[in-house]
């Protein structure tokens, strides 16, 4: 069993929080980190916005190496950052304590994450570290995530399951196509049971997504 923990690291010297703070109509959200040739910090990370130009303006003028475009969609885009200063220490003990990152968010004043620890030891090292680094650690929530529930996004097995099967089926589609009963025949169980388990995999959803997000 391990934990899921969601908290804010409060520090303006984690890396992109200037950025953050520059281009508010944007949102920065993490997909990687990694280490270039140099032994460099690279950021993967998308942005989500109505347009990238002072987002970028803000990249030219902070401590970045190099950056670059790696993929666009509609209104979002996928930047690799090479950062030229060494973040600070925290950054490293995701690694040190063999944490799982699930996402996180640059904001102006930090990082939002959603990160899984092997116990509340490690948590505690975690939390212990912040404080010697002088960054503030402020736990949003924590759960443990056993074998039935051990999914980054709160969802059991059988939730997931309805969820992609109501997917394949249209069921979500305008105009929609499938129906419970079609889904339930699929799974071998009732139309109200998929009812239930679909209201219930949503709240999940939102809860530990969109609901995430908008806690500031």
């Given at each position: 069993?391990?934990?899921?923990?969601?908290?804010?690291?409060?520090?303006?010297?984690?890396?992109?929080?200037?950025?953050?703070?520059?281009?508010?109509?944007?949102?920065?959200?993490?997909?990687?980190?990694?280490?270039?040739?140099?032994?460099?910090?690279?950021?993967?990370?998308?942005?989500?916005?109505?347009?990238?130009?002072?987002?970028?303006?803000?990249?030219?003028?902070?401590?970045?190496?190099?950056?670059?475009?790696?993929?666009?969609?509609?209104?979002?885009?996928?930047?690799?950052?090479?950062?030229s200063e060494q973040p600070?220490?925290?950054?490293?003990?995701?690694?040190?304590?063999?944490?799982?990152?699930?996402?996180?968010?640059?904001?102006?004043?930090?990082?939002?994450?959603?990160?899984?620890?092997?116990?509340?030891?490690?948590?505690?090292?975690?939390?212990?570290?912040?404080?010697?680094?002088?960054?503030?650690?402020?736990?949003?929530?924590i759960f443990e995530a056993?074998?039935?529930?051990?999914?980054?996004?709160?969802?059991?097995?059988?939730?997931?399951?309805?969820?992609?099967?109501?997917?394949?089926?249209?069921?979500?589609?305008?105009?929609?196509?499938?129906?419970?009963?079609?889904?339930?025949?699929?799974?071998?169980?009732?139309?109200?049971?998929?009812?239930?388990?679909?209201?219930?995999?949503?709240?999940?959803?939102?809860?530990?997504?969109?609901?995430?997000?908008?806690?500031?």
């Amino acid at each position: 069993m391990t934990l899921v923990v969601e908290f804010d690291l409060i520090s303006e010297r984690l890396p992109l929080t200037a950025v953050a703070a520059t281009a508010l109509d944007s949102t920065l959200r993490i997909d990687d980190i990694l280490t270039s040739e140099h032994s460099q910090p690279v950021i993967i990370f998308w942005v989500e916005g109505e347009t990238f130009d002072t987002l970028e303006t803000a990249l030219d003028e902070t401590a970045v190496a190099t950056y670059s475009v790696l993929g666009t969609t509609q209104n979002r885009r996928l930047y690799r950052v090479e950062l030229s200063e060494q973040p600070p220490a925290i950054y490293t003990e995701f690694v040190r304590l063999d944490t799982a990152p699930i996402n996180a968010t640059v904001t102006p004043t930090g990082w939002r994450a959603r990160i899984r620890f092997s116990d509340r030891e490690a948590l505690a090292e975690f939390h212990d570290s912040c404080e010697t680094y002088d960054i503030t650690f402020r736990l949003d929530q924590i759960f443990e995530a056993s074998p039935e529930t051990d999914d980054e996004y709160g969802l059991t097995p059988k939730q997931r399951e309805t969820l992609l099967a109501a997917h394949e089926a249209s069921y979500f589609s305008i105009p929609r196509t499938g129906s419970l009963e079609e889904i339930g025949a699929e799974l071998g169980v009732s139309a109200p049971s998929v009812s239930e388990r679909l209201r219930r995999a949503q709240d999940r959803l939102i809860r530990h997504t969109v609901a995430l997000d908008e806690r500031g």
